[in-house]
Structure formats: structure tokens, C-alpha cells
């Protein structure tokens, strides 16, 4: 009988639901949010961690790729680093080779994913994306590609004149596999109007989610923390990810995202620059998340964003994904990141060796491609 020591007695009654595995309600939520007691929400997470993946920590052997930070609402998202006008200094927009190239990084690793995201341009159309896809699956055979946001789905929908569904049906014909789980940031019509108003809303993100999901593409869920939002909005936000994935059961990943306050006009208002979230915070988010979301199977923290270290400790905090080797991480490296571009496969392995954890090298879908015992050799392949 696993025994699970509380100093917060107000802990009591979430921990017999967990141990029990009964759904937490939106004020169970709260309670653990405000809780001190780190080590006992911590120890009850790694409990209903362990009890849907054991110690197994999945990562991906995959390159990020940022075609293009040339975003239409570069003034709209105030916590964005990223995002340039056309003719911004530091504005880019890679060709098809140019993108091509920077994967050949691949070419010498074992990258089984690329993970595709970038602002939203206001001149191209969805024929650069499914020729990208198209492309590099041709280059790098077996390779899984996850790529664009709901928000860029609904942004080339735009551009196209044609549907959101449609724009995924063509995309998954080019090769399209999975779905990144950004653009949600927070859910709340306040919050959002404060940091992001105009970005698609919230309904919509919900939506295409669900066209996604029944078009057979998974994809992931994201919440960003840190800002202006309350524990209210954070738990209104989570609950909405919940009830979306009740109804249609896409969801792969929940990933909360550290909000990073450098270069961007949020965090000068705010006067956060040159801050962080707290470690406390951080190992709350993913604890959390680990809880209150019974219904997602996994709950990753992306390392470059909260620090490697931060991200191994997170091990027994719920988290059951170190992401990848990402290789060249642009998007919070832009908002003040001071970790690693990437990583390497061995460093990723070592680093969850580290924590106790058993190493599975992942495809985009969590089928496992490697998994690893302690001698860094693959056990089954
Ligand atoms: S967060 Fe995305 S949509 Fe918003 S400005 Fe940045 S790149 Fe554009």
C-alpha cells in the first residue's frame, strides 16, 4: 500500500481521491496550487505518474524547425519574443531549401521528429507547409513530423478561403502527423484579452483540436504560466483541456509552458525582465497538470524553458517527458533562455538515468522506438 507523508491537511482529501483514482474537482485543484507542501504534492503527482507510466521517461530524438518568425500579430501576443514584422530587423523567412538544409543537421543523429512551428505569415500559403512536410519526409524516411499550431491551422485556413478541417485533411495527406500543443497560452477571456487579444480564441482552439482528433491526428496541449493569470484561470484552463479530451481523447502531452519575460512587452510592463518563474512554481504547474488532467496520458516539460535541472527533478514530480534533443531551440532562447540550444541523445539518456528513471526514446505518438537500461544500451529496439 503506497503511503504518501501530507504536512498540508488540507492535502488529506485530494490524496484518498488520487490514491483511489477519483477525478479531482476544480477546487482540489486550487487546494494543491496553494499548498506549501511541495514534497506532498509532489510525492501524490509521481504516485498517479507512476501508476500510468511506471518509471519509464519518454523522450524524442528530434530538431525543432522555426521556418519563418514573420507574424501577423507580432504586435497582438505581448509575451512573444519571437515574432517579427516583414521588415523588422532580424526578420527571416527561410525557403524550402533553406529549411531542408538546417534539417540536414539530422543527417548525422538519430532524429525520428521534427517539430515544425513559426509566426504566421501573411503571405504564405498552405503549399510552402505540405511541400515542407512532403520534403522532408522524402529526405528523412521513417522521420515523424509534428507540425503548426491551432492557431496556424486557423491562420491558413484564412489565407486559403477554405476550412480548418480541410487545411488539416491536406496537410495530413503531405505527411502530417502530430500536433504541437501551443497557442492555448490561457484560456480565460480576461487573461486572454490581456496578453493576447485577437490571437485565436479560445472556442476555436478547442475546435480544431477536436478536427484534428477525428482526423486521426494527435496532438499536444499547452498552458502558459507566469503572467497575469490567476490560480482560477489556471484551473479554468486546465479544465477546459480536460473536458476536450473527454470528448475526444487526441490528447498525447500536456506541456505547461514557463512564461519568459525578456524582449517582449509583457514582461516590460510587468517589470519582470530578467526574471524567471520559480522553481517552486514550475514543479507546481507540472505536478498540477499531472493530477488534474487524469484523462492525458503524458505531462512533459520542455526542458530549454525550465532548465535541464529543473526538468530532472521534475521526474518525481509528475513529469514523464524530457522532450528531445531539439537541437536549435529559437523561440524562448529569443524570450531570455540562458539553457542549451539542444541536447545530446546521450546527455538525454544520462540525464534521466540520473534521476532513477528508465529511458524510452519515443516516436511523436509515444510508440517506443528505443528503450534503455542503465548501460546506455538499448534493451529493446
Ligand atoms: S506567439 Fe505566435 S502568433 Fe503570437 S506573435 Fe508570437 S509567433 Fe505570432
Redesign the pocket.
Known sequence: MERITLRDSKLESVAEKVLSNERLSLDDGLDLFKTNDIVGLGSLADFANRRINGDRVYFSSNQHLNPT?V????N??A??S??RTPKEDGAYTQSLEETLAEAETASGSPTREFHI????HPKLTLSYYTDLITALKEHHPGVHVKAL?A??IAHLARIEKTSTVDVLTRLKAAGLDTMPG??AEVFGTGVRSTI?ER?LGSAEWIRVHKEAHALDINTNCTMLYGHVETLEDRMEHLNMLRELQDESGGLLAYIPLAFHPDNNDLGRELGLEGTTTSGFDDLKNIAVGRLFLDNVPHVKTHWPMVTPFLSQVALHFGCDDLEGTVVYER?YHDAGAHTPLGMSYEGLIEFIQAAGKTPVERDSRYNTVNEFDSDLTPATV
Open positions: 518568425n507574424c501577423i500579430l507580432r497582438v501576443c509575451f512573444c519571437f515574432a512551428v513559426g509566426g504566421l499550431t492557431v496556424e501551443g497557442g493576447a490571437k523561440v
